[in-house]
């Protein structure tokens, strides 16, 4: 046991993910968005966005790997065959699996696209002369990227919260084996 078992590796794992999904979401971007001004938040943001998603998307990977096996000598071995075990289909495998796509889509897709749209609001600020957040009347321009952006991270969020979800729903299951 001890440092030699996937176990611990697999507990504190699951532990930096919904605790770093929880603060994140919950209150970090929520605390920065209200005290920050505008452009440090977009700023601050767009650096903290690609470490979070690729600590969102490694840690189920490590969850699969450190899976552990049954106390059961002739139940479910660990690890990754016991991860993709038929009988953690709905328990383990869905809920560990929702959490990885989710956060990849939004490391790979989604957040770079988010971040393309925010750079060119910026460039149609500069030639419109006003900010992408000012009262209307907007360019056409700068009416099409906003709602582009708002459509990208409404889908983000979307995404983030399937992350969170995902999590939980897998921690009532590793719950159940603690007991």
Known sequence: MGFFSPAPYHIISYGFLLGTTFFHTFVGGIVSFRVL???????????????????????PLVLAITYPASQNPFGITGGITGFLHSSNRY??????TATFV???ANLAFVG?????????????????????WD??????????LN????????????????T????????????????
């Not at 690609?50 to 600590?55: A, G, H, V």
């Not at 328990?91 to 560990?96: D, Q």
């Not at 009262?135 to 099409?144: D, Y």
């Open 37 to 59: 001004p505008r452009p440090q938040f977009s700023s601050l943001m767009s650096s903290l966005f690609p470490i979070y998603f690729t600590i969102q998307t490694a840690l």
């Open 91 to 96: 328990s383990t495998f869905v809920p560990i």
């Open 102 to 104: 989710s956060a990849l």
């Open 112 to 132: 770079p696209l988010t971040t393309k749209v925010m750079d060119e609001r910026k460039l149609q600020e500069k030639k419109d002369g006003k900010k992408s």
């Open 135 to 144: 009262s209307p009347p907007h360019s056409q321009e700068m009416q099409a």
């Open 147 to 162: 709602k582009q952006f708002g459509i990208l991270h409404g889908v983000s969020s979307f995404l983030n919260l399937g």
């Open 164 to 179: 969170f979800i995902g999590s939980l729903v897998y921690g009532v299951t590793l719950s159940k084996r603690l007991s």
